[in-house]
């Protein structure tokens, strides 16, 4: 059944506006829009994530939602976050059955190290069950859900600032090429609570091919779209506050050995991440 968790990656995971890392200082306190430790640390979110993939001969869908602990600490000029999922229910269907995971498939934490743009990099991975890779993905795609991209320095409101991120996959004979150019603009400012936010919109070009041969069969798969969204970042705390994604792909898919050709698909993605506040 991986194979269709790797498919349905074009809906459940793109959208989440992080990639993988690159070196970069942490400075958040000249007042640049970027990550540092935060005021709250650790931080809680709870999250939620479906996404619907339909096809002219079947049809996959993924719900999952959950909370994660996230410590961050500083760690050679960067940052080193820590997440601890404390409960997670998530269920996977395909054609080939129905896959439910919960917390109990998640031993261990997972270790990333972050830049002040929001750029990770797995460092530690915790062991997955098989249930948990088929819902909620891998190391990298649990680590990129936690962060988005900022632009690391001090900007004005309306500033806007461009990220191409890449993600490479590979299962049971599957490889997948996620590629998507992210323009994300400080659009204004937001009061919540007492809290004055920042209000940055989202909108992310994407491309996803998938191909390879697992269990026999030959798998050509081409999507391309674009997801649009909102975060919401506390300036004061140094702390994601909040996150919206909503994405649509549409492409075709091949299966030349059963003469199957152009198979109509479209994918439709929803995430949402929030903190928790005490």
Same mark, same amino acid.
């Given at each position: 059944?991986?194979?269709?968790?790797?498919?349905?990656?074009?809906?459940?995971?793109?959208?989440?506006?992080?990639?993988?890392?690159?070196?970069?200082?942490?400075?958040?306190?000249?007042?640049a829009?970027?990550?540092?430790?935060?005021?709250v640390?650790?931080?809680?979110y709870?999250?939620?994530?479906?996404?619907?993939?339909?096809?002219?001969v079947?049809s996959?869908?993924?719900?999952?939602?959950?909370?994660?602990?996230?410590?961050?600490?500083?760690?050679a000029?960067?940052?080193?976050?820590?997440?601890?999922?404390?409960?997670?229910?998530?269920?996977?269907?395909?054609?080939?059955?129905?896959?439910?995971?919960?917390?109990?498939g998640?031993?261990?934490?997972?270790?990333?190290?972050?830049?002040?743009?929001?750029?990770?990099?797995?460092v530690?991975?915790p062991?997955?069950?098989?249930?948990?890779?088929?819902?909620?993905?891998?190391?990298?795609?649990?680590?990129?859900?936690?962060?988005?991209?900022?632009?690391?320095?001090?900007?004005q409101?309306?500033?806007?600032?461009?990220?191409?991120?890449?993600?490479?996959?590979?299962?049971?004979?599957?490889?997948?090429?996620?590629?998507?150019?992210?323009?994300?603009?400080?659009?204004?400012?937001?009061?919540?609570?007492?809290?004055?936010?920042?209000v940055?919109? =989202?909108?992310?070009?994407?491309?996803? #091919?998938? %191909? *390879?041969?697992?269990?026999g069969?030959?798998? !050509?798969? &081409? @999507?391309?779209?674009?997801?649009?969204?909102?975060?919401?970042?506390?300036?004061?705390?140094?702390?994601?506050?909040?996150?919206?994604?909503?994405?649509?792909l549409?492409? =075709?898919?091949?299966?030349?050995?059963? #003469?199957? %050709? *152009?198979?109509?698909?479209?994918?439709?993605? !929803?995430? &949402? @991440?929030?903190?928790r506040?005490?």
């Amino acid at each position: 059944m991986t194979k269709w968790r790797l498919l349905l990656v074009a809906g459940a995971v793109p959208f989440v506006l992080a990639g993988c890392a690159s070196r970069g200082g942490v400075r958040a306190g000249n007042g640049a829009l970027a990550y540092a430790v935060p005021a709250v640390n650790p931080a809680v979110y709870t999250y939620s994530d479906t996404t619907r993939m339909e096809m002219d001969v079947a049809s996959v869908d993924l719900a999952a939602r959950g909370t994660v602990e996230l410590a961050f600490e500083s760690a050679a000029g960067r940052l080193r976050a820590t997440a601890r999922w404390t409960d997670f229910e998530g269920v996977f269907v395909s054609p080939n059955g129905r896959v439910a995971a919960d917390e109990s498939g998640i031993e261990g934490p997972l270790v990333v190290g972050v830049d002040g743009r929001g750029r990770v990099e797995v460092v530690e991975a915790p062991q997955l069950s098989a249930s948990m890779r088929e819902v909620l993905g891998g190391p990298s795609s649990m680590a990129r859900a936690l962060f988005v991209r900022l632009p690391g320095r001090v900007v004005q409101p309306g500033a806007t600032w461009v990220d191409t991120v890449r993600v490479a996959e590979e299962s049971e004979g599957l490889s997948s090429l996620f590629e998507a150019v992210v323009t994300s603009t400080w659009a204004g400012d937001t009061a919540v609570a007492g809290r004055t936010l920042r209000v940055i919109r =989202t909108r992310s070009n994407v491309t996803l #091919d998938v %191909h *390879g041969v697992t269990q026999g069969i030959e798998i !050509r798969q &081409r @999507l391309t779209g674009e997801s649009n969204g909102t975060v919401l970042w506390d300036p004061e705390r140094r702390l994601l506050v909040a996150r919206e994604e909503d994405g649509v792909l549409s492409g =075709t898919m091949e299966l030349p050995a059963m #003469d199957f %050709h *152009g198979i109509a698909v479209r994918s439709r993605s !929803r995430t &949402r @991440l929030a903190l928790r506040e005490e």
